[in-house]
C-alpha cells in the first residue's frame, strides 16, 4: 500500500461476493486479510446469476473477467416478452468491456464463488468457515474484534460485508432498516431451451418471470411471487409451487414450466432492502455489499454493487491519508449511485406488481445507462 498509515491487517466478515472481491483487491497490495464466515462451507446456493456490465467490468479491475466469461453464458440484450413469451422490446445492453466481450453474462452462482475464493487464497487471504463476529472493541488506532470461537482478533481494519442482516451492523449501532418488500423470488435450473440466447423477462399479470441462460446445456427461470407470506414452504414441494405460480404463462414461459420438475434445484427467497444512508463506518470498521445496500434482484445489480464496493474500498485505503478518511471518501464516492439502484430496484418492483410493465423497462433502462458510467 502506498500511504504510510494504510492498514497492514484486516479483518472481513462475510466470504460473499463481496467480501471475497475485497480480500482479492486488499490482499495484492500487500495487506494481510482474514476473512470469516457464519456458514460452515463455501456459501453458495445450487441456483445461477447475472452478472451485468458494471459487475464485469470490476472483475476486469481484478483481471477476472475473462474467466467468468468462460465460465458463464454471454449475453448481450434483453428480450422483454409478455405473458405468452411474444417480444414486446430489445433492449441492447451497453458493452463495457467493449465490443469483442459481451455486455452481460449468466452464470451459476457457485462458479463465481469458485473464481473468487481460489483468486483469494492465490493472494494469501485466509478463510475461516464456521465462526462469526461477537464483539468490536475500536481503540481509535486498532480494533479488537471478538470471534465466536472464543478467539480475539486484532486488525488495523474490520470489514462487515455480512449480507443484508450484518451482525456487523448492528454492533456498530446503525440501525438496519431491512424492509421486506412483500415478494419472494424463485430460481429455478433447467436445461437452455435452444432458443434461450438472451435474458428473456416475461411481464405477468400476478408475477413476473424470466429466463437467463448460463451455459450451453443450462439455464436459470426466474419468478417474483408478490403479495407473498414469507414463511418457508417444504422444500420438497417448491418445483410443483413454481410450476403452479407460472401456470398463467403459456407460449414459450409453459415450455420453461414444464423444466421444472427438480425441488432440489430451486430456491425460494424473500426480497428485503437495505440503504443505509450517511457514514457507512464507526471509527476503523465498515460495512459494504448489501449490508450498506441491498436492492431487491430485479435489477440484477446488487453483486455489481457488491463488487464495486470491494474493488473501491481497495482502492481509497490506498490513496487516503489515514483509515477514517478513507472510509469517509468511500462512503461519499457510493452513496449516490448505490440509492439511485435501491431506490429503483422497487420502483421497478412496485410497478411489476401493478403490471406498468412498459414504465418498468424504462426505468430499468434509465437506472442500466446510469450504471454504465463508471463508478
Ligand atoms: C434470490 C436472489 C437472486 C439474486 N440474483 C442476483 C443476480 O442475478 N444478479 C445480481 O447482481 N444480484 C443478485 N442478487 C443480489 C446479490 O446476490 C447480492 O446483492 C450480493 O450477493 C451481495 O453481496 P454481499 O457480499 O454483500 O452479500 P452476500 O453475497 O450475501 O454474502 C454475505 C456473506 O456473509 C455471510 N454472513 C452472513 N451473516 C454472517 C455473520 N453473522 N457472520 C459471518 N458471516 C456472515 C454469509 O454466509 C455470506 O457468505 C440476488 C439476490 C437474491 C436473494
Redesign the pocket.
Known amino acids: 500500500m502506498s500511504s504510510s498509515s494504510s492498514p497492514r491487517r484486516a479483518l472481513l ?7 471475497l472481491t475485497l480480500a482479492i483487491a486488499l490482499a495484492r497490495r500487500g495487506v494481510t486479510v482474514e476473512v ?4 460452515p462451507s463455501r ?1 453458495v446456493a445450487g ?6 456490465g458494471p ?1 464485469l467490468r470490476a472483475l476486469d479491475a481484478l483481471a477476472l473477467a475473462d474467466e467468468c466469461l468462460a465460465a458463464g453464458y454471454g449475453i448481450t440484450a434483453i428480450s422483454n416478452c409478455d405473458s405468452n413469451g411474444e417480444v414486446r422490446n430489445v433492449i441492447p445492453l451497453p458493452p463495457l468491456l467493449g465490443p469483442n466481450r459481451p455486455s452481460q453474462i449468466g452464470l451459476s452462482r457457485p462458479a463465481l464463488y469458485d473464481i473468487l475464493r481460489e483468486a483469494a487464497l492465490a493472494a494469501g487471504v485466509v478463510i475461516h468457515y464456521d ?3 461477537d464483539g468490536l472493541h475500536d481503540n481509535g488506532d486498532t480494533v479488537r474484534a471478538t470471534l465466536s470461537d472464543g478467539s480475539e482478533h486484532v486488525a488495523d481494519i474490520v470489514v462487515g ?7 456487523v451492523r448492528s454492533l456498530l449501532g446503525i440501525p438496519s432498516g431491512a424492509r421486506y418488500i412483500g415478494q419472494m ?1 424463485w ?1 429455478a435450473l433447467v436445461p437452455r431451451p435452444s432458443w434461450a440466447t438472451s435474458l428473456h423477462t416475461f411481464a405477468g399479470t400476478g408475477s413476473n418471470a424470466g429466463l ?1 441462460p448460463i451455459a450451453d446445456d443450462r439455464a436459470y427461470v ?1 419468478l417474483t411471487e408478490n403479495r407473498a407470506d414469507p414463511t418457508p414452504i417444504p422444500e420438497n414441494t417448491l418445483a410443483d409451487g413454481m410450476r403452479e405460480l407460472l401456470a398463467p404463462f403459456s407460449g414459450r414461459v409453459a415450455e420453461v414450466r414444464e423444466l421444472i420438475t427438480d425441488s432440489a434445484v430451486v ?1 425460494r ?1 424473500p ?1 428485503h432492502v437495505v440503504m443505509i444512508e450517511g457514514p457507512w463506518h464507526r471509527g476503523r470498521t465498515v460495512i ?4 450498506a445496500h ?2 431487491s ?1 430485479q435489477l ?7 463488487i464495486e464496493d470491494g474493488v473501491l474500498l481497495a482502492e481509497e485505503l490506498t490513496a487516503a491519508a489515514d483509515v477514517e478518511k478513507a472510509l469517509s471518501a468511500f462512503t461519499q464516492r457510493r452513496l449516490e449511485r448505490c440509492r439511485l439502484v435501491v431506490e429503483s430496484s422497487i420502483h421497478i418492483a412496485d410497478l411489476g406488481r401493478t403490471g406498468r410493465h412498459a414504465e418498468a423497462d424504462a426505468v430499468q433502462q434509465r437506472c442500466h445507462r446510469a450504471m454504465a458510467a463508471p463508478a
Open positions: 466478515i462475510g466470504a460473499g461476493i463481496g467480501g470469516i464466515d457464519i456458514s456459501a441456483w445461477g446469476l447475472s452478472l451485468t459487475s465462526r462469526t463476529i460485508a455480512d449480507g443484508v442482516h450484518s451482525r423470488v430460481r437467463v426466474f430456491v427467497r426480497v459494504i455489499g448489501d449490508a441491498a436492492p434482484p440484477v445489480s446488487g453483486a455489481a454493487l457488491a
